[in-house]
């Protein structure tokens, strides 16, 4: 397993972008965001550009505290609060 980070030429960012062997098993943003209207829509536009050039359907939003899940652009992206997360691993 591999952890990168992804940057393009219009400075796009994903924080993580997690990967075993040679593909890209998912995409994570982490944000100090606590509600929908706080998480930056560029956030959710860096994830959806790098979910289409990996091929990655596994989209993470890690927040302080807000937690949904919705489709974009035909993606399905979750938002998990930290402490929940933390708590899965």
């Known amino acids: 397993m591999g952890l990168f980070y992804w940057k393009d030429s219009q400075e796009r960012e994903v924080d993580f972008v997690i990967r075993r062997g040679l593909d890209v098993d998912q995409l994570v943003q982490v944000t100090y965001a606590s509600n929908k209207e706080d998480i930056k829509k ?3 536009t860096a994830l959806l550009k790098a979910s289409e050039e990996f091929a990655c359907d596994n989209l993470l939003v890690i927040t302080w ?9 035909g993606r ?3 938002y998990k609060p930290l402490w929940k997360w933390l708590m899965e691993k």
Do not use: F, K, P, T
Request: glycine residues 6%; proline residues 0%; hydrophobic residues 40%.
């Open 42 to 44: 560029r956030e959710i």
């Open 65 to 73: 505290g807000y937690e949904a899940e919705e489709a974009v652009d």
């Open 76 to 78: 399905n992206i979750i």
